[in-house]
Every structure is written in structure tokens, then in C-alpha cells.
T-cell receptor, first 113, second 110 residues
Framework: DAGITQSPRHKVTETGTPVTLRCHQT?????MYWYRQDPGHGLRLIHY???????DKGEVSDGYSVSRSKTEDFLLTLESATSSQTSVYFC????????????FGEGSRLTVL | GEDVEQSLFLSVREGDSSVINCTYT??????LYWYKQEPGAGLQLLTY?????DMKQDQRLTVLLNKKDKHLSLRIADTQTGDSAIYFC??????????FGTGTRLKVLA
């Protein structure tokens, strides 16, 4: 299994509070991604990174920011959480090898009350 | 950008074949993928197909690609209860973005 750790795995917070989710990898993969999974919407890309300090927006980036100061860590921050950000968040990594397999973490379930 | 569409649910009887369909909009994706998600877990790659192929078979799995219609399908032969899961179709948009469909929840009835 790819070495991907997401933390926290579960979090309950209140509207308006800041939240940071961490994705840590031990594979030295260049590319890292944050997705959110919601019923009826599947998996939607929030932000991604193609190298240290190199990040870009996905399709649902409003209300989220990311940082990648070192290869192994990709942080997703909700500056002021809203109930619409209640979701399961997945981190994924790849080195874009032979056929570009994406490896996923186990997910972080966030509930915003 | 890329858009990937799937039907949301499929129910089959154990031992029958399952066919999960997917349509996509961006024909430039080099590879197209099928991922499986079991309850409470992340996604795992099930199979993939290179864009210049029409078909790929891997044990009980058959992937068909119709590039003209931008249609991808996954056939699971002799479906078992352990195949109950959510199946996601995915494509690469541009250089870095992996775009996923809505996922199809497969329920296998004993």
C-alpha cells in the first residue's frame, strides 16, 4: 500500500472556525491532490500540487486554500468552515509513472455544525 | 474542462454480468481508469485502458472504449457479493488533473 496518512480522520467543528487537514506521504511522489466526496457528486477536485510550492485550483476551490512547503506534506485549510463543507476529504498522490495510477488515503470525515 | 458522467446505481444478481457505463468530454486523456471504493475506504485502481485501445481484458474485468462516442464501459463477469462497491470512472484533464465521475454504486443480490 502507498504510504499516505491523512489527519485527522474525523473532525466535528462549528461554522466559522478554521480547519486544517493534513496529507502526509512517504513515497516521494511529486503530485498530490485533495478531493471531496459527496453523494450524487462523486469525487470533485479541490486543489492539487505538482511540486513543492506549486499548487493550482481544481473545480471546487472556493473556500479552500492549500500549502505544500515540503514534498511529503500537503495541507488543506478551510479558513472559515461552513456547513456546505461537510464532506469526506480524500488525499491522493502519484508520480505519473507508466500509466499514472493515483493512490488514495483513507479519507477525513469533516462535519461542520 | 473534462466532464465525466456515470449512472448512480446498478443492481445485479450474483453470478450475472454487470456493466457500468461512463461518458467523458475531453478526448485528449491518454489513459482512462476505473477505480473501486469499498465502504469506509479510499479508492483503489481496478483497471485502466490506454486511449489507443478498444478493449482490455483482465480476468473477470473487460473494459471497452468507444472513442468516437467518448464512452467507456466496465464489464464484470460472474459478479460476486464482494464486488458490491462504488465504481468510479476517471480521466486526465490537461497535464495534471484527474477528473472523476459521480460513481456508480453496484449492489449484488445473493
Amino acid at each position: 500500500d502507498a504510504g499516505i496518512t491523512q489527519s485527522p480522520r474525523h473532525k466535528v467543528t462549528e461554522t466559522g472556525t478554521p480547519v486544517t487537514l493534513r496529507c502526509h506521504q512517504t513515497e516521494n511522489h511529486r503530485y498530490m491532490y485533495w478531493y471531496r466526496q459527496d453523494p450524487g457528486h462523486g469525487l470533485r477536485l479541490i486543489h492539487y500540487s505538482y511540486g513543492v510550492k506549486d499548487t493550482d485550483k481544481g473545480e471546487v476551490s472556493d473556500g479552500y486554500s492549500v500549502s505544500r512547503s515540503k514534498t511529503e506534506d500537503f495541507l488543506l485549510t478551510l479558513e472559515s468552515a461552513t456547513s456546505s463543507q461537510t464532506s469526506v476529504y480524500f488525499c491522493a498522490i502519484t508520480d505519473r509513472g507508466v500509466f499514472g495510477e493515483l493512490f488514495f488515503g483513507e479519507g477525513s470525515r469533516l462535519t461542520v455544525l | 474542462g473534462e466532464d465525466v458522467e456515470q449512472s448512480l446505481f446498478l443492481s445485479v444478481r450474483e453470478g450475472d454480468s454487470s456493466v457500468i457505463n461512463c461518458t467523458y468530454t475531453d478526448s485528449s486523456s491518454t489513459y482512462l481508469y476505473w477505480y473501486k471504493q469499498e465502504p469506509g475506504a479510499g479508492l483503489q485502481l481496478l483497471t485502466y485502458i490506454f486511449s489507443n485501445m478498444d478493449m482490455k481484458q483482465d480476468q473477470r474485468l473487460t473494459v471497452l472504449l468507444n472513442k468516437k462516442d467518448k464512452h467507456l464501459s466496465l464489464r464484470i463477469a460472474d459478479t460476486q457479493t464482494g464486488d458490491s462497491a462504488i465504481y468510479f470512472c476517471a480521466a486526465i484533464s490537461g497535464t495534471y488533473k484527474y477528473i472523476f465521475g459521480t460513481g456508480t454504486r453496484l449492489k449484488v443480490l445473493a
